[in-house]
């Protein structure tokens, strides 16, 4: 057990490094169509999807990383109060009641989310045709992604509740 | 299971209550109460507009690209190593004054709110700059996030928003007007805060420590000045330089949310370690930041959803109608109704939803729509910060230091959310307050 | 027959003068098929943002929602000519092509593709041209200038005239506007762009609205749900629809010509293109489109469809001068280019 909840943190330490920089082209794209706006007087025609695509990717994409490295908001007030055996059994009961069904719901509709779009070849209406689908998609990976991190919590859990019971 | 509308609001706000205090991530809570909620409620085909929420609200936003922009510049001006110096400054400037480096906060964040409206944005930014150097210096914890979560809110009151915007599309007030009558109230508020921060540390010194003579003394006035010039200037240009964009039109909102980042980054080739690793852990912090506030967004979209299309929002309509107490008791109680939402929903969902039942109410009691509108937006301001479900509770957590928790926070907004109270009490005693620039500048 | 319950919302949020339309034609539905249908309606951006009500509708999350069909002009250009033309159509064009030139037929046909029957039921004639803080009096002004203008033809003709296309999220074109970040911005009829608050930010108003002469609205129903109806409610919702479609062209002319008078009153200076400046902007539409069908077989079949139209009307039309109604030109894309397309 101890060896996937491992090889799921190595998976997602590396993406969430992989993705950050990303912010980077962000940035750097806004500034480029202010620029070419301004100075060069011709506005970009692809920037403000582009910008708007990768923005959405950044932070699905990070969302996996931010869960191994403890970075959403969680209120631990009274579980802190608890054993670390009942914290890890509330661990566990709270996957399952909240996280499984939001999980399901994002991986099964987000998939024919997509789906629709892939297939008919969906894109953008501006100047510039840019395919729709990646950043439909995103929500499927991303969503993949968090499922992976969270087993990996709950794996630990359960190991806890073992240890705890074997002492 | 097709849940009455009432059964269903309790069921779902209970659930977010239990998972809340669960200690899971929030994110998640709201999410799958919204699942769970949708099958007990409207059914189960309901399902795939959580998507479209998600996709539409969240993703596909161009003006919440400034979340992430905001936050990295917050990061890069923080590896800069400038703002604690400022800080480090102001406080020597202010040596004499009780509150010093609390007064900073509200003075920079008023600023701050001249440049955006994304609260989760200014709380970050402000709570990544400021907290560390008050608590370094002693000041009191709850006072010094009370003040950062307060202050960071006026961003979404204080024209330019994004708040005041929607608002606009959802009532027949102009953004003009709304941008002229929200701009006193927030000034007013900002005001307030200050006031507030130099009286309870006049009372309590401990609160907000005078600098020690010997120290002031070990500095003289020339250095103080050259401090001041190296470390006060840099950051305030950088404020000017996004407002200066926006005024300008270089840019819109969200555009001059790039130019800040770009200014931070000079600032940290300058004053900074310069080192190519620095930035990379500096996006991979910045990432974090802003998964934490967008993941919040996307439960609460989902959430929201729900909620609305089980029919909680007449649930609360029927409530009002049902009110005795004629106009006065109706007002009051939708104010009242618009504040208890704030403690679970987000402004965004608060707007969509009570809008469209409480203006037409609002209409046929001939009460002036515009100061009803900037009233809703003034009391919005509490949702933030009233716990359990108060977003900037949430944004300053996630990037407060440790030993900070979130009792601390929840004890630290009690006298913001009390002055927010007081405010709307003085502007329904003097409606001018908010009616009295749109009728100078527009004929309002 | 059971009483069937719909859930509706619209691409329009409550203040966007436009709802009005979808409201007009949910109540007459509810007044005439209340036996058997009721609609429950929300205003857009309540259930979902109104960039995905097409998406609900399709799926079924939602039996119906109200739109305007180039909003979905990435799923297949088609949809942009049966949303709006660029100097092409008026309103009593679309209204004389839906009703007898097979106009319908291609509503039903490109949003059939989606598993939706599409019931157009709002048209509204030219749209207000540009308004900002620049004066634009004539094509040469347009040289160099940032113009908030939505759709990929639109975009087209007006980089050939020697603007640029500047794309804002909706909410930001007035303080785009108040700013100078762009020097005007087209959003819609002088009545919605009253409402909007454009009198407090602009100083000029260059008509007419070239890039948008016309504008059809309709409702989109989920296939399972319109099948589940009986012939006679499907049939009280088409007559619906059509009523609708006459008031709204009225309704809006009404709308438009107060807001007109309270622009003035602000006192927006309005410029209006020249004669010759028209005829270039036709010569360059003329090409755009050309190559907008030819990009695409549906999109070729629906200008293919609307040429057809106006050539042929032309015969009574040209003889009824000056009684006539629709648009006189003699200079129209041609008919034989777009067959070649098809
Ligand atoms: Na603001
Ligand atoms: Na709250």
């Known amino acids: 057990m101890n060896a996937i909840a491992k090889a799921i943190d190595a998976i997602n330490e590396a993406f969430g490094r992989v993705i950050a920089p990303l912010i980077a082209i962000i940035t750097l794209i806004v500034l480029y169509d202010i620029a070419s706006r301004f100075l060069f007087g011709r506005p970009s025609d692809w920037a403000f999807d582009v910008t708007k695509m990768l923005f959405g990717a950044h932070f699905m994409l990070m969302a996996a990383y931010g869960l191994k490295h403890h970075a959403h908001v969680e209120v631990d007030i009274l579980k802190r109060l608890l054993s670390r055996k009942k914290q890890a059994m509330l661990e566990v009961i709270g996957y399952l009641i909240f996280f499984v069904p939001f999980i399901w719901m994002l991986i099964t509709l987000g998939w024919s989310f997509f789906e629709r779009a892939w297939s008919r070849g969906e894109t953008t209406y501006g100047m510039v045709s840019i395919p729709v689908y990646p950043i439909k998609g995103v929500i499927v990976v991303a969503a993949i992604l968090i499922l992976l991190q969270a087993i990996a919590i709950v794996l630990r859990a359960i190991m806890q509740l073992r240890e705890e019971a074997s002492a | 299971m097709n849940l009455s509308p009432e059964v269903l609001t309790l069921v779902m706000f209970g659930g977010l209550m239990v998972g809340l205090f669960m200690g899971h991530p929030l994110a998640f809570v709201l999410g799958g109460v919204a699942v769970i909620g949708a099958f007990l409620g409207p059914g189960e085909r309901i399902l795939g507009t959580l998507i479209n929420n998600i996709f539409g609200n969240a993703m596909d936003n161009y003006v919440l690209v400034a979340i992430p922009l905001f936050i990295l510049m917050a990061r890069f001006l923080n590896d800069s190593g400038v703002t604690e110096k400022m800080f480090d400054a102001m406080r020597l400037l202010l040596a004499n004054l009780r509150g010093g480096l609390a007064l900073t906060v509200v003075i920079v964040s008023v600023l701050l709110a001249a440049t955006t409206g994304i609260v989760g944005a200014s709380i970050a930014v402000m709570g990544m700059i400021a907290l560390v150097p008050m608590l370094k210096y002693g000041y009191n914890k709850e006072l010094s996030a009370g003040v950062i979560m307060a202050s960071g809110c006026l961003g979404i009151l204080i024209p330019p928003s994004i708040m005041l915007i929607l608002m606009a599309s959802y009532s027949p007030v102009s953004v003009g007007a709304l941008f002229a009558g929200a701009l006193i109230p927030g000034l007013l508020l900002g005001v307030m805060y200050a006031l507030y921060v130099l009286i309870i540390c006049y009372i309590k010194p401990h609160y907000g420590p005078k600098v020690p003579v010997e120290e002031r003394a070990e500095v003289s006035t020339k250095q103080l000045l050259i401090m001041l010039a190296k470390y006060v200037v840099p950051p305030m240009s950088l404020i000017l330089g996004v407002l200066g964009a926006l005024f300008t039109g270089i840019a819109t909102a969200t555009e001059a949310s790039a130019i800040g980042v770009f200014i931070a980054f000079i600032l940290f080739m300058i004053f900074g370690d310069r080192k190519i690793s620095t930035c990379f852990w500096t996006m991979i912090e910045a990432g974090k930041t802003t998964t934490m506030v967008m993941l919040v967004l996307v439960g609460a979209t989902a959430f929201t959803g729900v909620f609305s299309r089980g029919g909680g929002m007449t649930v609360i309509s029927d409530l009002v109608l049902a009110m005795p107490g004629g106009t006065i008791g109706a007002l009051i109680l939708m104010l009242f109704l618009v504040f208890i939402l704030g403690m679970f929903l987000d402004w965004t969902g608060i707007v969509l939803l009570s809008f469209p039942i409480m203006l037409p109410i609002v209409e046929t009691m001939g009460v002036d729509m515009l100061w009803f509108v900037v009233m809703v937006a003034v009391v919005l301001q509490t949702s933030f910060l009233t716990p359990p479900f108060g977003y900037a509770l949430f944004y300053l957590k996630g990037v407060a230091p440790p030993g900070v928790e979130i009792v601390d926070l929840y004890k630290a907004v009690v006298p913001f959310v009390a002055l927010i109270l007081l405010a709307c009490t003085l502007m329904a005693f003097f409606p001018w307050l908010i009616t009295g620039l749109p009728n100078m500048m527009l004929g309002y | ?342």
């Open chain 3, 1 to 342: 027959q059971a009483q069937e319950e719909w859930t509706m919302t619209s691409t329009w949020p409550e203040n966007l003068d436009l709802i009005k339309i979808d409201q007009h034609w949910v109540e007459l539905v509810n007044q005439l098929a209340g036996e058997e249908l009721q609609i429950n309606f929300r205003a857009g951006g309540t259930l979902m943002p109104g960039t995905e009500v097409f998406d609900a509708t399709e799926t079924g999350s939602i039996e119906a929602a109200g739109d305007w069909p180039g909003y979905w002009a990435g799923l297949n250009p088609a949809f942009s000519p049966l949303a709006t033309t660029t100097s092409l159509f008026n309103g009593v064009d679309y209204l004389n092509w839906i009703q007898q030139w097979g106009g319908r037929e291609l509503y039903e046909e490109i949003y059939g593709q989606f598993n939706m029957v599409y019931l157009p039921y709002g048209i509204t004639n030219n749209e207000s041209g540009f308004m900002g803080r620049t004066p634009i009096e004539s094509i040469a002004d347009l040289e160099g200038k940032r113009l908030r203008l939505s759709g990929r033809d639109q975009g087209r003709v007006l980089e050939e005239l020697g603007g640029s296309q500047v794309t804002l999220a909706g909410g930001e074109v007035y303080q785009a506007i108040e700013r100078g970040v762009i020097d005007a911005g087209e959003f819609s009829t002088p009545g919605v762009d009253f409402n909007a608050g454009f009198a407090e930010v602009a100083d000029y108003w260059a008509t007419p609205g070239w890039h948008q002469s016309a504008s059809v609205f309709g409702v989109m129903i989920n296939k399972d749900a319109w099948d589940a109806l009986s012939e006679e409610t499907q049939e009280t919702l088409r007559i619906a629809a059509d009523a609708t479609m006459a008031w709204s062209l009225a309704w809006s002319e009404r709308q438009s010509t107060e807001a007109t008078q309270k622009f003035i009153d602000a006192g927006v200076t309005i410029n209006q293109f020249s004669e010759e400046d028209l005829a270039r902007i036709q010569e360059v539409t003329n090409e755009v489109i050309l190559r907008g069908a030819c990009e695409s077989p549906d999109h070729a079949k629906v200008y293919q469809s609307m040429i057809a139209y106006l050539e042929h009307y032309a015969t009574w039309r040209d003889v009824s001068a000056p009684y006539n109604m629709s648009r006189v030109m003699d200079n129209l894309p041609s008919l034989e280019e777009i067959e070649a397309c098809l």
